[in-house]
């Protein structure tokens, strides 16, 4: 990984099999994985420009990135959007030119343009008086998007829908929105086999229909809740000093409020 300030550049080890749910955007990405081809190409296909990636954090938007990139065999850039802003008079305008000319060099690759929506709010956060800046750096980003020649495919990410440029929603920005929800219940068991495979435990240590039951107690947890959960069920077991049970994983689900309820409280 090398990192600075607003771009990150890594080859990242994440595989969609690794993402649970996100089903739609699995099969769209695996089937525009052949269209980068010079095959393709000469077929008549353009190679895909990008996608926007809208939902609730924790949802694995990231993780779709990073898998992206692995699946497609490319390098990833990550561009931090609540980075790019600050410093003297026009070093906004600067960080993006340099992270837009780093991905052109790169290609092809993938450029990941992390929490989108601050790209209008970035001023706000530096603190400082905005003088056309904020219209500036989203401007040359957008213009960018729209003329790119080189193969270069954005994965954008953003919580929230209203908080993003209309114009980044405008036809031929990027080839799909994706919104990514709250995982259903095979969603969800599918979702604590992967992180229980990845912590060492087999498939039949746990039967489908405990998963199962697991899942629906697990209303509205998000991926990285669910992962949590898995984390802190194998604290107990081995603090126990035994292997890892339903009830050590039913406990923490008991014990966790996931975000979306407690957002939806606030709300009320
Ligand atoms: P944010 O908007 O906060 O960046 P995000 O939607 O990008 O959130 P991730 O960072 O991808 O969420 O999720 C954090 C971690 O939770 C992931 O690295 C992964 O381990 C786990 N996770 C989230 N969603 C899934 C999923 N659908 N399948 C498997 N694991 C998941």
Same mark, same amino acid.
């Given at each position: 990984i090398r990192k600075s300030g607003h771009l990150e550049y890594f080859h990242p080890k994440a595989r969609l099999d690794d993402i649970g749910g996100l089903d739609r955007l699995k099969a769209w990405l695996q089937r525009r994985?052949?269209?980068?081809s010079e095959e393709a190409r000469e077929f008549g296909l353009e190679a895909p420009r990008g996608v926007l990636l809208l939902g609730?954090?924790?949802?694995?938007k990231s993780l779709a990135a990073k898998a992206v990139a692995n699946a497609w065999q490319l390098p990833l850039l990550r561009l931090d959007m609540g980075r790019i802003y600050g410093g003297i008079v026009g070093q906004s305008e600067e960080n993006m030119r340099r992270a837009l000319h780093m991905a052109e060099t790169l290609s092809p690759c993938i450029l990941w343009v992390d +929490?989108?929506?601050?790209?209008?709010s970035g001023m706000k956060s530096s603190g400082s008086t905005d003088g056309g800046t904020t219209a500036r750096v989203l401007g040359s980003f957008l213009t960018w998007l729209q003329e790119?020649?080189?193969p270069v495919f954005v994965v954008a990410t953003a919580?929230?829908?209203?908080?993003?440029?209309?114009e980044l929603l405008r036809k031929g920005r990027v080839d799909e929105i994706f919104f990514v929800d709250l995982p259903v219940e095979a969603d969800r068991v599918e979702i604590l086999k992967i992180h229980l495979r990845a912590r060492?435990?087999?498939? +039949?240590?746990?039967s489908e229909e405990e998963l199962r039951k697991l899942a629906r107690q697990a209303q509205c947890f998000t991926g990285a809740e669910l992962e949590e959960v898995v984390k802190e069920a194998l604290f107990r077991a081995f603090d126990d000093g035994r292997q890892l049970r339903q009830t050590d994983l039913a406990d923490a689900i008991a014990e966790t409020t996931p975000l979306s309820q407690t957002m939806h409280e606030l709300i009320r």
């Open positions: 994985n052949q269209a980068f609730l954090p924790g949802t694995g +929490e989108i929506e601050k790209a209008l790119k020649q080189k919580n929230h829908i209203e908080h993003l440029p209309p060492g435990r087999r498939d +039949e240590d746990f």
